[in-house]
């Protein structure tokens, strides 16, 4: 412990970490503390015309960017041994890069699946929907048996309709009625790029089915329910929920055996296995030949690749010109080669005294959680038992996997398309998802690559990670003092740890399996204190007549929280145990405990498009970044502390308002 808080503390050389040209110092803390502590970095980073919102987030992401552009480009400059890691490396990139080669080729990349899909037979939908990559109702996928964590299981989900948010087909909003009339031209459009007659009635029919599949979809609170969504049965049970599928020839096709799944949307696969049926041949080509356009359309011609921004892009989300083509070029290979280009990432860029401090951060932060816990007046002892033993268990992921990902299945061909040669990468994603069915948990996998700007909590296996692209500045930093660490990185690390104790991960115990540890009394003062939270967040007004979803939000507000009490306290622990000379005293104008404060909302400074709002308020469960700050800071009594927040502040909760939760 001793050598830890050694490392964690050198207050005689760090900085506040504090950047005064973040700061808008004409508008007033207690008026609106997101525009003082980040409005004069949403002055001097106006969103470049790519994006629909820029904020810190993608400010870190495009440097990491950058630096991976640098690792790749060497080693596409130069001819390697095929089969070789730089080969399949440098070869997807320069595909990428080739749009020169991509208007040669038009749409013949998709030529034969187009072909196929115009002689399917309904006797051959079951298998097709099997093997196919591009086109489904529904969705297959491998993760761990929420019910028995240890083992894996093949799970259903919906799916089959592209605009992804059931409300976007039934909602009558004015916005959202010009998105559906413009989502039938587009469809139109693109049919018509394809070389397809009659475009407006395939549209139609395409808008009219995908309706239809949207309707018996859970909408995105629902699917926050992990005992809702979790439906185990046999193959024999399966066949009867869901008869119109030839269920042997289906997993036949996928190549694998099972005896058992989880369904995760009960009536959305019934009504998809109802439309095999009921739907005509004629009509399911259409939808099939759709979802084999949409999901091409990214990688074919520069007419195409625009054509479909123009909708997605630049009226879905408000964007003003595509990514440019290096940016893009580099994503496909972070999707494809991930943790390959990771290894290379964390040797080049990633010190290693940065993940010594960070388990240093993350004891504290433990220990702070604990002693919440064991201090909460509204949960009884027993409780509050299971809670600590959760919390112990927790398995902690910084940096890097200690084992890397082996790619040499994967064949990069630079001789066959771009599109052909990321079906081979969709196909050998699939294959390795499905190589843990049915086999016990790897729990040293990872979810997220090392340069990840993010970091995740995953309940199935009760574990925080935090990969190597977010141990940067605004969210962490070595030359910076704990004020700004614990402010920043600090409330990003409780914030996962929160994960573990919101509504959706409240429910799984310390083994990960779905499985109540609370009494009866205890959980229904949890869920009380829970709806507080979602009642704020949905009373707040993100655009003229929009509210947020407090209850789709939930999860995330309720981790805001947590993060901003754990790390608030562990902080005040950590300066506790200092010498009287080397706790944090005022510096650069601001006291610690206001650099904390400033620290976190620069995390989420950021600017976004009109456009944008809309659409992340249906499909994102976090809060935009104003609200991150000016709705999670105002039930901080710390807060109000530091910044002297008093009944005349806009921003002012009455105390018996706050939510008290973690």
Known sequence: MALLMTACNKPAQQTTGINPDNLDTTACPRQDFYQFACGGWMKNNPIPDEYSRFGTFDQLGLRNLEQVNGLITDLAAEQHEHGSIAQKIGDIYNLAMDTTRRTGEGIEPVRHSLEEIA???????????????ECGLFGMYVEADAMNSSMNILNECQGGFALGEKEYYFDTDEHTTMIRAEYLKHIARM???????NADERAKTV????????????????????????NKMSLGELRELAPQVDWDAFFG???????????????????????????SIRDLRTLF????????????????????FDFYGRLLSGALEPRPLWKRAVGIVNGTLGEAVGQMYVAKYFPEENKERMLALVHNLQES????????????????????EKLNAFTVKIGYPDKWRDYSALDIDPAVSYYENLQRAAKFEQAYSLSYLNKPVDKTKWYMTPQTVNAYYNPSSNEICFPAGILQYPFFDMSADDAFNYGAIGVVIGHEMTHGFDDQGCQFDKDGNLNNWWTPEDKERFDARTQVMSDFFSAIEVAPGVHANGAFTLGENIADHGGLQISWQAFCNNEARKAPADRLTERDGFTPAQRFFLAYANVWAGNIRPEEILQRTKSDPHSLGRWRVNGALPHIQAWYDAWDINEESPLYVAPERRVSIW
């Open 119 to 133: 002689t399917l037979e309904r006797k051959d939908l079951s298998a097709f929907l099997g093997r196919s990559m």
């Open 191 to 197: 049919f018509t790029l394809f070389g397809f007659d």
């Open 207 to 230: 808008l009219r089915m995908e309706t239809r599949l949207a309707g018996a979809a859970l909408n995105n609170v629902e699917l926050r329910d992990p005992v809702a969504n979790y």
């Open 253 to 279: 096709a996928m190549d694998i055996q099972t005896d058992s799944l989880s369904v995760g949307q009960v009536r959305h696969l019934q009504e998809a296995a109802r439309m095999l049926d009921e739907e």
């Open 289 to 308: 030949a759709w979802q084999v356009i949409d999901g091409a359309a990214g990688y074919l011609s520069n007419e195409i690749y625009n054509a479909n």
């Open 369 to 388: 959680l604990g002693q919440r816990i064991q201090a909460l007046e509204w949960m009884s002892d027993e409780t509050k038992a299971k809670a600590l």
